[in-house]
């Protein structure tokens, strides 16, 4: 039996393509993506027919929920495979000259290195959306871009690829690849610590984004702007929502604004929302950080970490004294309303452990953070709801109860919880056949039985 490695590319490439089904990304949503066939092998061939593949439609719906990993993929795999148009044949034209430059150092073993990096730097400065925008028109045909001709014999590789290099944004790449040696000799050789592409962003924010701490120093030192923005914002706000302490630490030293453009900075609700706790603390110590900025669709930072669980940063945060935690984002969620909805237990005792909290928030259709957590189950929740005498259990609209929610998805831990309640009331005036809704409900669900007895047993039951 012929072993794989051992056949021939071409043959290889076809036995790989008949196991990537057309439109493969979109019938597994977008962690399909994330979690494609990854073969150190086979990786480019793999890569090669998946790429061909794709729904794109599909893949620029949700773009928001790929991890930048993923997208960084998609841009290689592109250069590698298809006839890229301007301005991402400057990708593979400032790989190649990098790549010579190296060789003509006698440095080897960096690969692909700096065509990750150049991609990476695009998809960090542009965002997401416009690769993707990008990847909608491919070609299968592979054209290398050739680097500048030298202008005599004179002219050396190594100075035809650092010319190479000073034309296409070498210093953008070099910085986010972390390679300090390159861009202090880029520096030396005269490229500009502010030039600023429009493709590439500047190498400063390049550095700030992947964490390369020592590379923004020198960048700075050489009269790097502070404040140069890419698609995550400034580099600040760009280290910051990346978890880069260090660099979050060099930047604010550096005298980073809080705010550009006449806007608070949203470094502090990235770090909150991604998880970066020892990020959070350390801004947290700056006076002038506004720990209830809100983002564009009104979520503040405690809302952000309540949403994804970042007990530690939610305990920061209820921690200063200027905290506001009852605001509402767009949809008229709270943190508390969050937390109850994610079912996150030991949030929601962090929150109602303030006095100011309101337990009994309403949103515009009238639910509460109790509807959400009977809704979905969220017995321990529900039994701190339900001790709080400012939690109101009875609710004019039925739809909305926290009863009628939990024994319509069948919870019969959370029913009996708040039939325990001694206010709650199942013959209220204004809700039509209200017990009598319950019981049907409750007889339909499979193991019901116990509901029924719970409702049947209440004293205060009557017919209606």
């Known amino acids: 039996m012929v072993a794989l490695v051992d056949l021939p590319v071409e043959l290889l490439g076809l036995v790989v393509d008949t196991h990537v089904p057309v439109r493969w990304n979109s019938r597994g949503g977008p962690s399909c993506l994330q979690l494609r066939l990854v073969c150190k092998l086979f990786d480019k061939i793999i890569s090669r027919c998946a790429f061909r593949k794709l729904d794109h439609y599909h893949l620029i719906e949700n773009i928001g929920r790929l991890h930048s990993s993923a997208v960084r993929w998609l841009l290689v795999t592109k250069v590698e495979v298809g006839a890229c148009p301007w301005p991402l044949t400057n990708i593979n034209v400032v790989f190649l000259s990098i790549r010579l430059w190296k060789a003509c150092n006698q440095e080897a073993g960096h690969g692909q290195k700096y065509l990750h990096a150049a991609c990476g730097a695009v998809a960090a400065h542009r965002g997401h959306r416009w690769v993707c925008e990008q990847l909608r028109s491919y070609s299968a045909n592979w054209l290398s871009p050739s680097l500048p001709k030298p202008e005599g014999d004179e002219i050396s590789a190594r100075e035809e690829a650092m010319r190479a290099m000073m034309s296409y944004n070498g210093l953008q790449v070099a910085a986010y690849s972390g390679d300090r040696s390159l861009v202090q000799t880029l520096l030396e050789a005269g490229a500009d610590a502010n030039a600023q592409d429009k493709t590439f962003g500047s190498a400063f924010y390049t550095a700030a984004y992947t964490g390369h701490t020592d590379v923004a120093r020198l960048l700075f030192e050489h009269g790097a702007s502070l404040h140069g923005e890419g698609y995550f914002g400034t580099p600040l706000e760009a280290a910051a929502r990346?978890?880069?302490?260090?660099?979050?630490?060099?930047?604010?030293?550096?005298?980073?604004?809080?705010?550009?453009?006449?806007?608070?900075?949203?470094?502090?609700?990235?770090?909150?929302?991604?998880?970066?706790?020892?990020?959070?603390?350390?801004?947290?110590?700056?006076?002038?950080?506004?720990?209830?900025?809100?983002?564009?669709?009104?979520?503040?930072?405690?809302?952000?970490?309540?949403?994804?669980?970042?007990?530690?940063?939610?305990?920061?945060?209820?921690?200063?004294?200027?905290?506001?935690?009852?605001?509402?984002?767009?949809?008229?969620?709270?943190?508390?309303?969050?937390?109850?909805?994610?079912?996150?237990?030991?949030?929601?005792?962090?929150?109602?452990?303030?006095?100011?909290?309101?337990?009994?928030?309403?949103?515009?259709?009238?639910?509460?953070?109790?509807?959400?957590?009977?809704?979905?189950?969220?017995?321990?929740?529900?039994?701190?709801?339900?001790?709080?005498?400012?939690?109101?259990?009875?609710?004019?609209?039925?739809?909305?109860?926290?009863?009628?929610?939990?024994?319509?998805?069948?919870?019969?831990?959370?029913?009996?919880?708040?039939?325990?309640?001694?206010?709650?009331?199942?013959?209220?005036?204004?809700?039509?056949?209200?017990?009598?809704?319950?019981?049907?409900?409750?007889?339909?669900?499979?193991?019901?039985?116990?509901?029924?007895?719970?409702?049947?047993?209440?004293?205060?039951?009557?017919s209606t």
């Open 242 to 462: 990346q978890g880069h302490l260090e660099t979050t630490r060099f930047l604010l030293d550096s005298g980073a604004d809080m705010g550009a453009n006449d806007r608070p900075t949203d470094c502090l609700l990235y770090a909150s929302g991604d998880g970066h706790e020892d990020v959070v603390q350390l801004l947290l110590t700056r006076n002038e950080i506004d720990v209830n900025a809100e983002n564009a669709i009104g979520q503040t930072a405690l809302i952000l970490a309540a949403q994804n669980k970042h007990r530690g940063i939610a305990r920061l945060l209820l921690g200063r004294p200027d905290i506001k935690p009852n605001v509402k984002d767009s949809n008229g969620y709270t943190a508390l309303f969050w937390s109850s909805v994610r079912g996150w237990t030991d949030i929601v005792q962090l929150l109602l452990a303030r006095q100011d909290i309101d337990a009994d928030v309403r949103r515009d259709d009238g639910s509460s953070p109790l509807t959400e957590a009977a809704c979905r189950g969220h017995e321990e929740i529900v039994r701190l709801l339900t001790k709080r005498h400012d939690v109101q259990p009875n609710f004019r609209d039925t739809n909305h109860c926290p009863l009628f929610r939990a024994v319509s998805n069948g919870h019969e831990r959370v029913s009996q919880l708040l039939l325990e309640r001694y206010d709650i009331q199942l013959n209220e005036r204004g809700h039509d056949d209200y017990l009598g809704s319950l019981l049907r409900l409750a007889a339909l669900k499979r193991d019901g039985d116990a509901v029924v007895r719970l409702l049947l047993a209440r004293g205060d039951v009557y």
